[in-house]
């Protein structure tokens, strides 16, 4: 697999769109998109799979995403996809783990998500990565409830 993790820009707003369409059942809307990239610490990475070695399941072109935001210490994830016929292969982890030391380099001590309580493959990626549970929103999605998970980030 050589993919390629790039910063993600307003330019990219309207293809994070898409990508966030695609994988999740509320979509945010280029304009959406556009104004969480400008906010204040907010970070991104895009995936391009550049050289895909199954160009007919997985054509080249934007594969996954993270989108992250440091506010002086703390750290939040604020939404991370990887496209259908790229999951699987660990580009979940390597965004993951691309965002936890950015935000360590940031200076941040910590980072904190929200994963719907019954994303279990989510769930397995973060705890994977060092987060653990740090509490429960109630109806933070809809009907559904929201784990908050937290990942302390040792400072090297
Ligand atoms: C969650 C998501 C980002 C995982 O991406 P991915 O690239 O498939 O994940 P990886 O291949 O890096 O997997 C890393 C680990 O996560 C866990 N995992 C990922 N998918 C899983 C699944 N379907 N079932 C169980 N565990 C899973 C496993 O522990 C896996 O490690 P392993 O492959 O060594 O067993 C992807 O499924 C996705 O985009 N889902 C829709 C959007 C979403 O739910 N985003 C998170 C919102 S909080």
Redesign the pocket.
Known sequence: MSIVLTPAAQVHAALLSGMHGI??AEPWSPDSMAGILDMPGTVGLIAVDGDSLAPALRPPGPA?YVLWRVMADEAE?L?????PP??????????MAAALEQARAAAATVMF????ID????Q??Y??LGFVGAGIRKKYYADLDALVMRCELAIS
């Open positions: 994988c999740f996954g994830i939404s991370v996809a990887v496209l790229w999951r699987r292969t660990g580009l979940g982890r390597r965004l998500l929200e994963v719907a994303n279990h493959a989510a397995a990626l705890r994977g």
